[in-house]
């Protein structure tokens, strides 16, 4: 199996091009089943981790080892942040997770992230944003905007688009700084997401269960 930290060799010889402007895209595993696949040993910090099937008799090993996959992606994140800083460009990170997981959290014992009816852990999912430093002294307003924000949450991956586009700063009749989480026009959205016949279903009455 891959481990995503070999995706930095990658961006480090994208970011010595030297290009004007880039867009850099970096599809990780993250943490999606089997986890144990998903970070190398020296990354085993929670224990005992080792299952051999996923069953709510193994929710404990389940749990260690996806919370070793969750240090081992946050580590990813700090490396991309690192060759991005140490490049000295004008840079941005974006990074959101397509979706949540569900480890035999409660009496449904749901597994795994494909629930017709989605539970709270499989809908709330992380949005990071990291700014660079000449990025935040030519545009201050986008880190104030960015603390501001940070208690609320996203809206859908809309939020990534618009959010990517200003940092980009590319002008569109398709922007809508509402959705930006760096602008200070953003509003908290009505959340939503695509049930299993790509219906957009309203939030609240999925993340009260």
Request: glycine residues 4%; contains cysteine.
């Amino acid at each position: 199996e891959s481990l995503d930290m070999e995706l930095l060799p990658l961006l480090k010889e994208e970011l010595v091009r030297g290009a004007d402007r880039q867009l850099i895209v970096l599809h990780t595993y993250g943490s999606h089943f089997s986890y144990n696949d998903r970070y190398p040993e020296d990354f085993a910090r929670f224990g005992p981790y080792e299952y051999t099937d996923a069953s709510l008799a193994a929710k404990d090993r389940l749990d260690n080892a996806y919370d070793n996959t969750i240090l081992y992606t946050a580590a990813m994140l700090d490396s991309v942040a690192s060759c991005l800083r140490l490049s000295g460009a004008e840079a941005a990170m974006v990074y959101a997770s397509d979706h949540g997981e569900d480890i035999f959290d409660d009496d449904r014992h749901l597994f795994l992230h494909a629930s017709p009816v989605p539970s709270r852990w499989q809908i709330d999912v992380p949005m990071i944003v990291w700014i660079s430093d000449p990025m935040a002294a030519r545009h201050p307003g986008y880190f104030d905007a960015a603390c501001a924000n940070r208690p609320m949450p996203v809206s859908t991956s809309r939020s990534v688009y618009h959010t990517a586009l200003q940092f980009a700063g590319i002008g569109s009749p398709l922007f809508d700084p509402k959705l930006s989480v760096v602008s200070g026009e953003y509003k908290k959205p009505a959340r939503r997401y695509l049930d299993d016949h790509n219906r957009a279903v309203d939030l609240d009455a999925i993340l009260a269960r």
